[in-house]
């Protein structure tokens, strides 16, 4: 379920920002699959958004330290994650 509702809360986040990806693109772009030429720069840099909240969601879910997790956010942020 929550896979699901961060393949959609990306998807109207980047909607509000002009950025039509679909949630199938999305969803493709996440999987490796194949998507529309035109389609998918969106679809990827969505597929990125997803890809780091996943992430975040598992740091908020171990225990550990303030600093480790925000040095592990800086991290995610200046490096590709897919």
């Known amino acids: 379920m929550s896979d699901l509702v961060r393949v959609m809360n990306c998807y109207y986040s980047n909607l509000i920002e ?3 990806a ?4 999305i969803e493709r ?4 699959a194949e998507i529309e030429e035109a389609t998918c720069p969106l679809a990827l840099e969505a597929a990125a958004h997803v ?6 969601d598992k740091l908020t ?3 550990g330290t303030a600093a480790a997790y925000f040095g592990r956010i800086h991290f995610m ?3 590709p994650v897919l």
């Open 22 to 25: 679909r949630p199938q693109d």
């Open 18 to 20: 002009g950025h039509n």
């Open 51 to 56: 890809s780091v909240q996943r992430e975040i």
């Open 29 to 32: 772009a996440l999987a490796g």
């Open 77 to 79: 942020g200046s490096s």
């Open 61 to 63: 879910t171990r225990k």
